[in-house]
Structures are given as structure tokens and as C-alpha cells.
């Protein structure tokens, strides 16, 4: 339409009679009456206002910076550096989020506590967008690390199966439940591989964790150093990398002997509160979610550290999230 003629229908409003503003409003579109979606959440808009503080290009990391207008209600920024655009979401996994609109309402099923499909009814969505909405929140916290451990603090490892769920093309033949193959000459062997993971936690509450390659001290030291406080005691049950790990890291060892019965040293070194989240975790990740996919196990790893460590709330999380874009 043409601006004049367009401005001449707007001038023309305040002398229609009441029948007249009925009559035109129900000749107006509906998704011009009833369409009201903000153009972003809560969430998005945390994070752009994060962004705004020092917005850096997600291509060159540069910072010459200057503001490029609007698209689909985001601010766009060009780069002067590299001349190209960009907004607050691009190059994370926010980025091209169709439905975020919906993004406070799934922050509500993110309490651990709730399946794929549930949360793809209460928040009308289908469930890939459930699915892809979940592994995006948690692909933002997974890195997350918890506060610096200090006095006692509990190692071990566990073990998770490997698992494929989920993956339509197998270079194998589907194993039965169990994972064992028929028995041959007398004997069954197990063929499933098993994913080593680290957890180390200390009597704060704090947790830290990493899916391992191998269990050695060079991986362990990897990811324990500069998690642990120099000169903390260390509980940890008798192995070699544990040895080495708490002399490279300048840490009292507390060596339990668990094959021999000793679980308790001088009555408060043990490491029952990490066999406690390894039981937790375990019941969470096969009892409620009957399994996950190796690959996403370090973002479940995440998302459970988030939910021990922190009280659970909208504003905590959405808090969390936008933090990330903090410079």
C-alpha cells in the first residue's frame, strides 16, 4: 500500500462510528488481531541484553563492533573488521531457534524430573522439537564446572555402557537386552564396551566430572587440575593413578582398600558420598531416561552437576544461561 493512502485510512479513524471500527477490525487478518508472540523470551532477551554489554563476532572474535538493525525481532551487528553480520544467538546453540517463544516454558521441564514426551505436551510442542530444545539448553551448561574443591574431597570412577540409542545405521547386528552374545564353548562374553567416568566431589556439595578415554593420571590430572585445592585431602580407593594423581596435584591421599574391607579411615575419610552420586546418577540416566546415547553423556553429565549443585529455579537457570554471554 501506499504510504499516503496509507495515512490518510490512519486519519480517518477517529470519525468511524463504532459499527465501523467492528466492521473493520473483523475484516482484518487473525494473526493481525491475535498475534501477539514477543519476538523473544525472557531467556533471549537476558541473553541479548548480556550481549549488548560488549558484543564480540563470532567469526573473527573481533571487537570493532557497531550495531547493523533488526531481523525477526533480534538486534543484528555487523563486524567492522570482517564486514560480516551476526546477532546475540549466532554460533551457539541458539542459534535459528524456531520456537523461542517457547523456550520459558521448557526451562520448567528441565528439573530433571521430566521426559521427552511430557515435556513435549505442556509446552505444545512435537517431540524432535523436545528433544532438540533439551540437548540445546543442556550443550550451553555442560562446560560448566563447579567451585574449586577444598578439605575432603572424594575420587572414583564408575562405568556407563556404550550405547548407540537412538542411531539409525549400526555397523553391527542389534544385541538382545544385556548385550551378550550365544554362548561358545560354554562360556558367555560380554561385547558391550564400557565409557570410564571420573567424579570427584568434596563435603560442600561441589562436583566435578568428565567422561575418560582410559582411567590414567595423565587424563585424570587433565581434568582435576586446578579443581582441587593444593594441600586438600583426597579419598580414593587403592589404585595406581590415584597415587600419582594426588602427588601431582599436591594432595594427602587417603588410600581405602575396598577389596580388602576397609571403607572408613580414622571415621570421616570415605568415599561414600561419591559412590552415592554415582548410584544417583546411574538410576537417573537408565531407570528415568532408560538409557542415553554415549555421545550425549558428557551433556547429561552437565545437566546433573547443575541440578546437585544449584536450587533449582526458572531465574537460576535462565541466570545460568545468560551468563555465558557475559564478556
Known amino acids: 500500500m501506499l504510504t499516503e493512502k496509507f495515512h490518510k485510512i490512519l486519519e480517518s479513524l477517529d470519525s468511524l462510528t463504532p459499527l465501523q ?13 491475535t498475534d501477539d508472540t514477543p519476538p523473544y523470551s525472557h531467556l533471549m532477551q537476558a541473553v541479548v541484553d548480556h550481549f549488548d554489554e560488549s558484543p564480540t563476532c563470532p567469526h573473527c572474535k573481533g571487537n570493532d563492533v557497531g550495531h547493523w538493525g533488526e531481523q525477526s525481532g533480534y538486534p543484528r551487528y555487523r563486524c567492522r573488521s570482517c564486514d560480516k553480520t551476526f546477532n546475540a544467538f549466532s554460533g551457539t546453540s541458539l542459534s535459528h531457534l524456531r520456537i523461542r517463544h517457547k523456550v520459558d516454558d521448557y526451562i520448567e521441564c ?10 513435549a505436551s505442556q509446552c505444545d510442542i512435537s517431540l524432535p522439537a523436545s528433544f532438540l530444545m533439551r ?19 572424594e575420587l572414583d570412577e564408575t562405568f ?33 564396551k564400557k565409557i570410564p567416568v571420573m567424579v570427584a566431589c568434596d563435603r560442600q556439595n561441589h562436583v566435578t566430572d568428565a567422561v575418560l578415554e582410559h582411567i590414567s593420571a595423565d587424563e585424570l590430572e587433565a581434568h582435576l587440575r586446578c579443581r582441587i585445592q593444593p594441600g586438600s585431602v583426597l579419598c580414593a580407593d587403592a589404585f595406581t593413578s590415584h597415587e600419582t594423581i594426588a602427588k601431582r596435584l599436591g594432595l594427602e591421599l587417603k588410600e581405602l582398600v575396598t577389596t580388602a574391607g576397609i571403607h572408613v579411615l580414622e571415621e570421616i575419610y570415605h568415599i561414600q558420598h561419591v ?12 531407570d528415568f531416561f532408560k538409557g542415553i546415547a554415549t555421545k550425549n553423556l558428557a551433556k547429561y553429565l552437565g545437566w546433573k552437576r547443575f541440578l546437585k ?3 533449582f529455579s526458572k531465574d537460576s537457570f535462565i541466570e545460568r544461561i545468560s551468563g555465558h554471554w557475559v564478556p
Not at 540437548?135 to 574443591?149: G, N, V
Not at 552415592?276 to 540416566?285: G, Q
Open 309 to 311: 549443585t544449584e536450587r
Open 160 to 192: 556407563f555402557r556404550e550405547s548407540f540409542k537412538g542411531q539409525r545405521n549400526l555397523d553391527r547386528p542389534a544385541r538382545k537386552r544385556g548385550g551378550r552374545k550365544p554362548r561358545k564353548n560354554g562360556q558367555a562374553k560380554n561385547v558391550i
Open 275 to 286: 559412590n552415592a552420586y554415582h548410584s544417583d546418577l546411574k538410576s537417573w540416566i537408565y
Open 135 to 153: 540437548h540445546r539448553l543442556m550443550a550451553i551448561i555442560s562446560p560448566d564446572k563447579a567451585e574449586l574443591l577444598s578439605g575432603i574431597s
Open 21 to 33: 471500527v467492528e466492521t473493520l477490525r473483523r475484516a482484518l487478518p487473525e494473526s493481525a488481531i
Open 110 to 119: 528441565m528439573r530433571g524430573d521430566t521426559t521427552l514426551r511430557t515435556a
